[in-house]
């Protein structure tokens, strides 16, 4: 009964030392055998010293991950879009540089350089903002449009080169972009400006019919009442001429003066005085003179 109680354990240490003791080795045609230290796989008993005579093989076995070539592929893939994208960047920084120098290049065309924009152009401000001022009761589309509208009006008269400079930037965009409107805007402008040469030469037409009408009734009145009418008329013009004689002499008698134009011909405003009053059972007319 002890004996028997004893035959497993030892059965299981007998294996384990038995096991220890012999190595698992593979033949060149797969077959297993059973090598025991010590011993080569053909049962052979090893030297205790290494033969200098033997080389040895090795065999360098390279197993590869199978990961390595999805994290490749996704390395390259993210490489080509960093890539990509700092191209487009670099690319919007580019079209933005050239913008920004355009626009520095159209802005020194239009600013002329003998021109200060400091006083002319707060001017020009307080202008539209009259404009806003005085339509403040008005419709949305009157309110809308008056600001702009009282700034350009201002805007020849306090900076005249600078709005020159902008017509004619302006003349060449639509000459650019919309040459169809151009050519109307052109045509219009030549209308315009004929229309206005027009009621000029009728206004002086009516000047010079006024005055013919004005020289007519004095020589009625002088007709009639005997009066020189006409020559009171005329001594203000008379008096302006020689007093712009007069000036241009003493300006010419001057050092080193230079020579003068004869600007063109100014109507003097005339001051009337009341000299008669010609009576026929009632007053018909009254007889002035210029002071």
Not at 160 to 178: F, G
Not at 205 to 216: D, I, N, R
């Amino acid at each position: 009964r002890l004996f028997r109680g004893s035959i497993g354990p030892a059965a299981a240490v007998g294996g384990a030392v038995i096991a220890s003791a012999t190595t698992v080795a593979y033949a060149d045609d797969g077959a297993v055998v059973f090598v025991h230290p010590g011993r080569a796989p053909n049962g052979e008993k090893l030297p205790i010293y290494e033969n200098p005579n033997d080389e040895g093989t090795v065999t360098l076995v390279v197993h590869h991950n199978p990961l390595s070539e999805h994290i490749a592929t996704a390395r390259e893939a993210t490489a080509e879009a960093v890539g990509s994208v700092r191209g487009v960047v670099q690319q919007g920084v580019s079209r933005w540089i050239d913008f920004e120098r355009s626009v520095e290049r159209e802005v020194k065309s239009v600013v002329p350089k003998d021109e200060n924009l400091t006083p002319g152009i707060i001017y020009v401000l307080v202008a539209g903002l009259t404009g806003s001022v005085l339509m403040r009761t008005r419709s949305f589309p009157v309110r809308f449009l008056a600001p702009p509208t009282f700034a350009l009006a201002a805007l020849p008269y306090f900076l005249p080169k600078t709005a020159h400079n902008l017509r004619a930037y302006v003349s060449d965009l639509e000459d650019k972009h919309a040459p169809d409107f151009a050519a109307k805007h052109d045509a219009f402008n030549q209308n315009l400006e004929m229309h206005w040469h027009m009621a000029v030469d009728r206004l002086r037409g009516a000047s010079h019919e006024a005055a013919q009408w004005s020289s007519k009734a004095a020589e009625g009145v002088e007709s009639a009442t005997g009066l020189r009418v006409g020559n009171a008329l005329r001594r203000p013009a008379t008096q302006v001429e020689q007093a712009r004689a007069a000036l241009r002499e003493e300006i010419a008698a001057l050092p080193d003066a230079p020579p003068l134009t004869p600007p063109a011909p100014v109507t003097a405003p005339v001051v009337l005085e009341k000299v008669a009053t010609v009576v026929e059972q009632k007053p018909i007319a009254e007889i002035v003179v210029a002071v």
